[in-house]
């Protein structure tokens, strides 16, 4: 299964975007507004492969379950299951991915929440918990990072002292041991509850604002990979991503993520 492996390796680096809804404290105030619309299905073709992913909501219209799909020439009908449980200090994430043996899955994040706002992310892998630390500076953006795995009470450090830069309402940069990862913008508005895969974040509660604010545009250019949107009636309906490799400038390839709205 190690063709599975690959898969579910791959699967966190997805843009999906959908509407999502988590109360007064956490919406996106300055985010375009989607006419009470939401994605109930995303679609991703790349380098021969098709993910299908279908999104579940709850009467607050909240994302509850997000379930993909896979096929390709490794894979058939290989499934990655997300769900989700709102409390009020807490948040619930359970992973599993069907049918493949792999050391990762299934897992279980407890989300602890202050101020509407997640500080506290405890995953559990294998019966290890890996434990993950998030601040906020006085606006409510998110400024900080570090996660550890702690052995008789004493933590061993993963990644100690993310910084995260923000620039006229974007998330700028992010800074660890000397080295700055760049974020490039569009003139496209962040559109509310829209799904950016920001590192060291669950993408769904990204959206949801329980990581702080959102930025103001939709990002164009991030870690050797360029995005381009079409937007029709305020609404992003495809994403393209062109991804090149840093090793090697003759090779890129293209992901088309398609959207469908209701």
């Known amino acids: ?20 809804s988590c109360g007064d404290d956490n919406d996106n105030e300055g ?39 896979t096929n390709s020439d490794n894979v058939t009908n290989g499934v990655y299951t997300k769900t989700y449980q709102y409390d009020k200090t807490t948040i619930i994430l359970k992973e599993e991915v069907k049918d493949a043996s792999n050391e990762q899955y299934p897992r279980t994040h407890t989300y602890t929440l202050s101020g509407g706002h997640i500080v506290k992310d405890t995953e559990i ?11 906020y500076d006085s606006n409510g953006n998110w400024v900080k990072y570090i996660d550890y ?14 910084i995260i830069n923000w620039e006229n309402g974007n ?9 700055k990862i760049q974020y490039n913008y569009s003139v496209s508005p962040w559109i509310k509850g829209i799904i950016f895969d920001f590192p060291f974040t669950d993408p769904i509660l990204f959206a949801e604002g329980f990581f702080g604010n959102t930025p103001k ?27 090149t490799d840093p090793y ?11 959207y469908i709205w209701e």
């Open 1 to 20: 299964m190690r063709q599975f492996k690959l898969f579910s390796m791959l699967l966190p680096i997805l843009v999906l975007p959908m509407m999502a």
């Open 31 to 69: 985010a375009v507004p989607t006419k009470g619309k939401r994605i109930t299905k995303i679609i991703e073709e790349s380098q021969g492969s098709t993910s299908e992913t279908l999104i579940s909501y709850d009467e607050k219209g909240r994302i509850i379950e997000a379930k993909t799909i």
């Open 125 to 135: 892998q294998n019966e290890t918990p890996i434990y993950k630390h998030y601040e």
């Open 149 to 162: 795995i702690q052995f008789d009470n004493d933590p061993m450090y993963l990644h100690e002292g993310h």
């Open 171 to 179: 998330l700028s940069s992010i800074e660890y041991l000397g080295s």
């Open 217 to 243: 545009y939709l990002p164009s250019e991030f870690s050797y990979t360029k995005y381009n949107y079409n937007v029709v009636d305020g609404l992003v309906t495809k994403i393209t991503k062109t991804v």
């Open 248 to 258: 090697n400038d003759n090779y890129s390839y293209t992901s088309v993520v398609n």
